[in-house]
Every structure is written in structure tokens, then in C-alpha cells.
């Protein structure tokens, strides 16, 4: 009878731990995640909700202002981008709208809102001469967060930039993106 009701156990054990590796390694985690350039292996990740926003602020590298760009995580992990603001017209700067975008002038800034820009995935780098770049969040509670590109990656390098799932394995292994 001890015999039987230890090997019970045991393979109560083994199920649980099976259980626990299966589940470890199966992406479950929607995050936005930042691969190497070219790879598959993650530089760093922000764990993220559907619906969530994030911004990603960087210095144009002439007129040396910020330019904010807003974008939301959609409900098929797309990434949407839904606004840009900047302070100065110049290279790279957008200057028309096109059908439903709407062009603004508020605070000294110029706005180009209700943009519907999709991406699967966005090809950044992190800047080299003007390294300022910033990500930019809320949390669920809606506190602000934000953290410099250079604090996770070094000045020049080049991203993939995707909302993906990750394992639990993942994210204890890869550098989240916290403040």
C-alpha cells in the first residue's frame, strides 16, 4: 500500500513538473518586444496590453527638437500609429495630411492626429549622433513611465520592433524595460 500510494505521488510530481515546463515555455505574455537587428533574439521587452499606447520621443537630428510619435498596440498585436507631434517643419518632417488626418497647431507644437498607420512590425534605431531616444508608458493604474533607449541599447544599434508573446521562461530570462 506504501508502495502505491508513493508512486501516486511520484507521478503527481512528474505531472506537476511537466505541467510547469509546458507552461514555461509557452508564449503567453503579449509584450512589445525589441529583437536585434536581423535576429530573433530579444534586446528587451515591455510587457503591453491590446489597446495599450506607448509613445517613442527621439531628437531630429537637424533641428535638434523632440518628435514625439504615438502609437497603440491593436487587437491583432498590430502596431498603430495614431499621432505625431513636432515642433519644427524640416527633413523628414511630414508637412500634408492625407483623408481623415487632421493638421493642428496646439502649444507650440505642431499635431498630426487620427493618423491609422499599421505596422506588423517597425524597423528603429536608436539614435547614434543625438542619442535621446525615450520610450514612454502607461501602466494599468495610467502612471506614466519612461525610460531612454540608451539605458537598454547602445547609440546606433538597430531594432525590429513588434508586439509579440513571450513564455514565462522569456521573461525572466530577457531585460524587461522597467523605470
Do not use: C
Not at 8 to 29: A, E, H, M
Not at 86 to 108: H, Q, R
Amino acid at each position: 500500500m506504501k508502495v502505491q500510494s508513493r508512486m501516486k505521488f511520484l507521478l503527481f510530481i512528474v505531472v506537476v513538473f511537466i505541467f510547469l515546463f509546458i507552461y514555461s515555455i509557452i508564449p503567453t505574455k503579449t509584450a512589445l518586444v525589441f529583437y536585434e537587428e536581423h535576429t530573433n533574439n530579444i534586446a528587451a521587452y515591455l510587457p503591453i496590453q491590446k489597446e495599450q499606447s506607448f509613445q517613442i520621443i527621439f531628437v531630429h537630428s537637424i533641428h535638434l527638437t523632440d518628435v514625439v510619435e504615438k502609437y497603440q498596440v491593436t487587437e491583432e498585436n498590430q502596431i498603430k500609429q495614431y499621432e505625431i507631434v513636432f515642433e519644427e517643419f524640416g527633413i523628414g518632417m511630414p508637412s500634408t495630411v492625407e483623408a481623415g488626418e487632421e493638421f493642428v497647431y496646439e502649444d507650440g507644437k505642431y499635431h498630426i492626429k487620427n493618423l491609422n498607420n499599421l505596422f506588423p512590425s517597425m524597423k528603429i534605431r536608436n539614435g547614434k549622433t543625438v542619442s535621446k531616444h525615450r520610450l514612454l508608458w502607461n501602466d494599468e493604474t495610467g502612471k506614466e513611465h519612461m525610460v531612454y533607449f540608451n539605458d537598454y541599447f547602445e547609440p546606433g544599434a538597430w531594432f525590429t520592433v513588434k508586439t509579440d508573446k513571450i513564455s514565462l521562461l522569456q521573461s525572466w530570462k530577457e531585460v524587461m524595460i522597467r523605470d
